[in-house]
């Protein structure tokens, strides 16, 4: 009986189960690309504004006094 049961177990647990994961894992990955979004816009507004003041910085050396 079990190896009968067993099987239609794992069918209706896998039916139950599918669209729930699919849900958590679209929401997983979008929260995912939310992140990385916003780690990627630190580093970007980091490294202009770094160079933002090297370029600022070299300008007022070669201005004179």
Do not use: I, K, N, W
């Amino acid at each position: 009986l079990q190896q009968q049961v067993d099987p239609m177990l794992e069918d209706r647990l896998r039916t139950a189960l599918t669209p729930m994961l699919e849900r958590l894992m679209q929401s997983l990955l979008q929260e995912a690309r939310d992140e990385l979004a916003l780690t990627l816009r630190d580093v970007v507004a980091a490294a202009v504004s770094r160079e933002l003041e090297r370029h600022q910085g070299a300008s007022d050396r070669s201005e004179p006094v």
